[in-house]
């Protein structure tokens, strides 16, 4: 109505000039007659809190209860300290009911499928979960390769790829009602035989033209890079020819060769065995081994061909430095940390690689802002622990109830999602709590607060897990034994920095400033767990925050900041942008001068200016003036203590060689990162960010 426009609310000066730019022009509510806006930032904010919290009526929560609720998410909000994903700001209590961001559809080797799996289902599936602003990820590997036989028409089959076209114009043509276009993941593991066609579907001369609304990744093994480091060969497969599919094949591969040897693991295959009784994987009694597994594929004729692992990794770096794609999923690490193993192996992810989901599944993430945990103490920043405590346990509430909000677009979405009720609580502005910290993002210093961090919101998130499923019950699919606690297997930190080999110590005034970390027990958590139980089968996930973060007004995810001026090209127009802290910084040091910001802005950054002060050149580093090893070391980092994954983007210069790339993706699965993926800067004509004005 009239009168809540004449509220002028004070919060929303909160809101930057960029942050209102991309509210206005895709968030905000309009009339769908006059087209004139309905609600201003705050009234968004109390749409999302308000809907949100109306869930816990489902749960028996009397008025007060679900209006206190609602008072919190509406703080958490207004105050920018966590924020949802996109789809969730947009639709909450509207029309549409799609308010997560992330979708995992299977793709079966054939045209549709009475259990809607089929090419041309999964075709649909996507455009409706696009159309509401969702993004989707595909394993494209069990279709048969190009040049295989159709036995119905008698024909030759057009190939993954072929098929991934269509996807791809779909995506052009649904565009998400206009808010946003589609996006989404395109996965081929590593042992189809299309495999070096895939590789380079977007290098050379069909970079910036073929599949544009794809990021691929190869899903690569323990086994395969193995093969890589000792130069051994590795065979590709004919999926339509093996009599249990070639993933599966792979599978057994894998766990035959023993790298996934926890006990746990070989129960499963027991039972696997068992169940699939006369199966050829079952040699009476025991795991066949990997050659008696390929002597089996041959006599099947499912090999077509025998490769060398190495030059195969030497294509994909090679594509991966000429353009950004492919990147590589480790389909082993993840499944390993994946806490609900029992129910299946994952093979894909969702299109920025923070979520490996199971086919149909969904998860809907939100971010904390961790620029809003620096505080002055003692005329000193330090960190409000306690406060970022309390914004993980409502962001967790808050994301558990968007599972019971959504309207789900198909029944099998719905069931496998309710099913794991897996939800992705992650970060954005860790950057700028660094800046703010005087921490130096390419520092051990940095690298171990990341550490610190991950670990304390982990445990912080599953314990509001359990404290939820002590409320409303575990997540169905719940198995208190076979659940995987998968904290027990993060590397420690010296781990990661020998891997990568790094210099340097953490100072004792990082390792005060995160004490409180070492005091937590997760062995006293696991034993609440097995107790009462836990609601969501994953917690955490770190996105990319691209839009939220320009919302909140701090630095994307863990990203290091990409300049300290740029241009930023976006849907709705060119943003010039001066980092307000750096504009501060030169403030505080009578450096505020035009001109010495337009010479800032033409390279980005102040790394090598020596009329800049010391203490800003050390802390204002750039996205490319970190070393690809520091970047390495916070996603690792981050991911260590999370049981899904970590979205990042390793940046490079551009005058880096392939060799770079190289090591960058053999250190990634060094360390445990579940994808990785690179961007060598100008590699491809159309960038979101540009570095500095002058280009
Ligand atoms: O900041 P925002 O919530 O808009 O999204 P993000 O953190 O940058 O991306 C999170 C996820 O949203 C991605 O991994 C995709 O699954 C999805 N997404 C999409 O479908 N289409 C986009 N244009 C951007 C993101």
């Not at 997560?100 to 090419?119: H, K, W, Y």
């Not at 794809?214 to 890589?228: E, H, L, P, R, T």
């Not at 800032?600 to 996205?623: D, Q, Y």
């Not at 916070?634 to 203590?641: D, L, T």
Request: contains cysteine; hydrophobic residues 40%; neutral net charge.
């Amino acid at each position: 109505g009239k009168g809540k426009w004449n509220k002028f609310d004070e919060k929303d000066l909160l809101l930057t000039y960029n942050a209102l730019k991309v509210l206005e022009a895709r968030y905000l509510l309009k009339d769908p007659n006059t087209l004139r806006y309905i609600e201003t930032p705050q009234m968004m904010f109390r749409r999302v809190a308000s809907y949100l919290a109306g869930v816990e009526r489902q749960y028996g929560k009397g008025e007060e209860e679900v209006k206190r609720i609602e008072e919190e998410f509406y703080k958490v909000l207004s105050q920018l300290k966590f924020l949802p994903n996109t789809p969730t700001l947009m639709n909450s209590g509207t029309r549409l009911g799609i308010l997560s961001a992330c979708f995992v559809i299977p793709v079966r080797d054939s045209m549709v499928t009475p259990n809607g799996e089929g090419i041309y289902d999964a075709l649909r599936a996507m455009a409706v979960v696009h159309q509401q602003g969702g993004g989707t990820g595909f394993d494209f590997s069990e279709l048969r390769p190009k040049g295989d036989v159709v036995a119905s028409t008698a024909g030759v089959a057009s190939g993954p790829i072929s098929f991934m076209r269509i996807f791809d114009v779909s995506t052009d043509v649904v565009k998400q009602g206009g808010k946003r276009r589609g996006a989404n993941m395109g996965v081929m593991h590593v042992w189809h035989s299309d495999i070096e066609d895939f590789i380079k579907a977007k290098t050379g001369q069909l970079k910036d033209v073929q599949l544009q609304n794809f990021n691929i990744s190869v899903g690569v093994y323990d086994y395969f890079m193995q093969a890589v480091e000792r130069g051994e060969t590795v065979p590709l497969i004919n999926p339509r020819k093996t009599r249990i599919n070639g993933k599966d094949y792979e599978y057994y591969i894998v766990k035959a060769r023993g790298y996934m040897e926890e006990e746990w693991i070989q129960e499963e295959i027991l039972r696997e065995l068992e169940e699939r009784g006369g199966s050829v994987y079952l040699d009476e009694s025991v795991i066949i081994t990997v050659d008696e597994a390929l002597a089996i594929a041959e006599k099947e004729g499912a090999i077509t061909r025998w490769v060398n692992a190495r030059q195969l990794f030497d294509e994909i770096v090679k594509g991966a430095w000429d353009s950004g794609d492919p990147g590589l999923l480790f389909i082993d690490a993840i499944n390993r940390r994946h806490p609900v193993w029992y129910l299946g192996k994952i093979q894909a992810t969702n299109p920025c690689g923070e979520e490996p989901l199971l086919s149909w599944e969904s998860c809907n993430l939100g971010s904390i802002n961790l620029e809003k945990f620096v505080v002055e103490r003692e005329g000193r920043p330090t960190i409000d622990w306690e406060g970022l405590a309390e914004t993980i346990r409502y962001g967790v509430r808050l994301l558990d109830n968007v599972i019971d909000a959504n309207r789900y677009p198909l029944k099998q979405i719905e069931e496998a999602t309710k099913k794991t009720r897996k939800v992705g609580l992650g970060v954005m502005g860790l950057a700028r709590m660094l800046i703010k910290l005087g921490i130096p993002y390419d520092s051990v210093d940095a690298v171990y607060l990341s550490y610190q961090l991950a670990k304390f919101i982990y445990y912080h998130a599953l314990k509001a897990s359990i404290e939820l499923a002590k409320e409303k019950g575990s997540f169905p699919a719940y198995d208190s034994r076979r659940y995987k606690d998968v904290w027990e297997s993060a590397m420690p930190f010296d781990h990661l920095i020998s891997i990568v080999g790094v210099e340097g110590k953490v100072s004792s005034d990082v390792k005060k400033l995160t004490e409180v970390v070492d005091r937590l027990d997760f062995d006293q958590l696991k034993a609440e767990r097995i107790k009462h139980g836990i609601r969501n089968s994953t917690v955490v996930s770190v996105a990319p925050t691209g839009t939220i973060s320009i919302i909140a007004g701090t630095s994307s995810s863990i990203e290091p900041l990409f300049a300290l001026a740029f241009v930023r090209n976006v849907a709705v127009g060119k943003f010039i942008e001066i980092d307000p802290l750096f504009l501060a910084y030169l403030r505080k040091y009578e450096l505020d001068d035009p001109e010495v910001v337009k010479k800032v802005a033409e390279t980005g950054m102040i790394g090598e200016n020596p009329f800049m002060p010391k203490t800003m050149r050390r802390v204002f580093r750039t996205a490319h003036e970190v070393s690809p090893e520091f970047h390495l070391l916070h996603q690792a980092s981050w991911q260590q203590w999370n049981d899904s994954g970590t979205s990042k983007t390793i940046n490079l210069r551009s005058e880096e060689p392939p060799e770079t790339v190289e090591r960058v993706y053999l250190l990634a699965w060094k360390l445990g990162i579940k994808g990785v993926t690179v961007y060598r800067d100008k590699s491809k004509s159309q960038q979101v960010i540009y570095f500095g004005i002058k280009k």
